[in-house]
């Protein structure tokens, strides 16, 4: 069985998610720690809940869901995983990052493209979901058995995520939200890149920006 958690990190109090099986090996999913204090903290849950990192897989690449990947990578020996559409994302995001007044190192390239289809832990699998909208490869994570996804910046609670970013599209996102999220089960738990967890059922009915 999987099971994902979050703390949030930086000024834009973005989740970062740990997705860990009953043998305590775990994915991290959007590493958003900024500086050296959020850093030590995220370290310290690790070391605390004796968590084996097996990798990074990241939702997208926008800065504030990647401020803590270089950390992670110098500290363990994994792969790191991205949709290939978000390679350019990652490659400008020092430039952009300095736009915002923040100071980021360049990020290490992805050692693997996430594609839709299925990524395991273990013995468990997460069926990823290819969501374009909010930035050209954005990725859902999907664990049927718990009811929930890791959604990134896709869908909120009564909200959606933004599309005016380079590789962001209202209607592919839209596209995204109708013919794949909003398809799953009503009460799957939608953990998204921001804010609180919500249903695509409570969306289906009452998300004002993306109606069925």
């Not at 740990?18 to 958003?32: A, L, M, S, T, Y």
């Not at 991205?82 to 990020?107: I, Q, W």
């Not at 058995?145 to 996102?173: C, H, K, M, Y």
Request: hydrophobic share 35%; with cysteine.
């Amino acid at each position: 069985m999987l099971y994902a958690e979050y703390i949030t990190y930086n000024v834009f109090e973005e989740n970062t998610y740990i997705i860990r099986n009953e043998q305590k090996d775990c994915w991290i999913v959007d590493p958003g720690m900024y500086d050296e204090e959020e850093t030590q903290h995220f370290f310290n849950y690790l070391v605390k809940e004796t968590l084996t990192v097996k990798g990074i897989i990241n939702t997208h690449a926008h800065i504030d869901h990647i401020f803590g990947i270089k950390a992670v990578l110098n500290r363990f020996a994994v792969p790191f995983y991205l949709h290939k559409d978000d390679e350019c994302l990652l490659e400008y995001a020092p430039t952009v990052a300095r736009n915002y007044g923040f100071t980021m190192e360049a990020v290490p390239p992805n050692t693997h493209n996430l594609e839709e289809g299925k990524l395991t832990l273990g013995k468990d699998t997460l069926e990823l979901l290819h969501l374009p909208g909010h930035s050209a490869g954005s990725i859902g994570f999907y664990y049927p058995p718990g009811n929930w996804i890791i959604g990134g910046d896709v869908l909120f609670a009564g909200s959606i995520g933004r599309t005016d970013l380079p590789g962001g599209s209202f209607e592919q996102l839209s596209q995204s939200i109708r013919q794949k999220m909003y398809l799953l089960p009503d009460n799957t738990q939608v953990l998204p890149g921001h804010g609180t967890p919500t249903t695509i059922g409570q969306e289906r009915i009452h998300n004002a920006f993306v109606k069925l």
